[in-house]
Structures are given as C-alpha cells and as structure tokens.
C-alpha cells in the first residue's frame, strides 16, 4: 500500500509510525473493501438499476464484512503469537465487479443488475451530487482509481493464499436486501 489510495492513505501513514516503535510487537489487521459500502449504491439501484464505481471493468475485489474483522482482531489478540511488526490481510471474499452485481442483484429479485464502471470525473460528480463534501469525494475517488490501477492491492497480491473469513458476499447480499427494501 502506498500513496495515492484516499482515505486509506492515512493507514499507511500510521502503520510506518507504529513501525518505528522499538520493544513493541505489532500486527496490522488490513481489510479488504466492506460488503457495508455496497450499501451506499441503493439509490443508485432504485432510481438507475445499475450498480458501479471507477474500479475498473470486471475488477477482482477483495471483499471483507466487518465480522470477520473482528474475529480477526480477537483471535490475534487471544493468541498474542505474532512478534515483531507483522500484517495479516482480513478477506471473507474475493468476487468481479461483475459478480458483485448479479449476486447483490439476485438477492434483491433485479436479476439483470448490471455493474457500470465510470469514470473518475462521473464518480466524483457523482458524489458530489449526492451531497459529499469535496474532499470525501475526491479521497474516494481516488480510492477506486487505485483499485482500478492495482496499486490497492499490490501488496496483498503478493500473497500465496489468502485465509477467508467465515462471510460470504452471498450471505452478506441478504442482509443488503434486506436494508434495501426497508
């Protein structure tokens, strides 16, 4: 993780000062993209029928619900076998945009729900539009830029095999319908 990432910039800022620390052990717990953010695109699925975001065409997602963060965070806590500075990824799925769609879409009986990528000039309007301030706008702008690019999860692709958390994004889809016909 580097630069350039939006609001998760801060993250890496954080964890390099937490790393200069001397006589500490320190894991870093780094989630992948929470299921609960898909819950800002209801408006958007009501009024447009579509669902997207300038991630990039068919992006794999590194998908998280805040569930298994927890888990996570407790079993490194519980266990305190982790020495130096160390990272553990905390991932409960990995799914395309294109697959986020038909099974969000499914869970809400809108079968044909297409996953649109925009551009990074149409999300930051769009945002605006919707009331965010500008600079929540272009951090999360920026954010998906890197999705797009690979930069957000260059690191974490570097890994032989991801450990899953117990959430599916198939399970999570029932809670989203269940807000979204709320």
Not at 35 to 44: P, Q, V
Not at 132 to 137: D, I, Q
Request: glycine share 8%.
């Amino acid at each position: 993780m580097e630069f350039d990432c939006g609001p998760v910039s801060g993250l890496f800022h954080v964890e390099k000062a937490l790393n200069e620390l001397t006589g500490v052990d320190i894991k870093h717990l780094r989630p992948g993209f929470f299921y609960t953010n898909f819950l800002a695109n209801i408006e958007m699925i009501k009024h447009m029928h579509i669902i997207g975001a300038n991630y990039g065409e068919n992006r794999l997602l590194t998908l998280v619900h805040p569930n298994d963060i927890a888990n996570a965070a407790a079993e490194e806590l519980m266990a305190l076998s982790f020495a130096g500075k160390s990272i553990r990824y905390v991932v409960s799925d990995e799914k395309t945009t294109n697959e986020v769609a038909a099974i969000l879409g499914s869970a809400i009986e809108s079968l044909a729900l297409p996953w649109i990528n925009f551009t990074d000039e149409q999300t930051e309007a769009g945002m605006l539009q919707a009331g965010l301030s500008a600079e929540v706008a272009k951090n999360y702008t920026e954010m998906g830029a890197a999705t797009r690019t690979g930069s957000m999860g260059a690191e974490y692709n570097q890994q032989t095999k991801p450990v899953f958390g117990k959430t599916k994004l198939e399970e999570f889809a029932k809670t989203f319908a269940f807000i979204y016909n709320s």
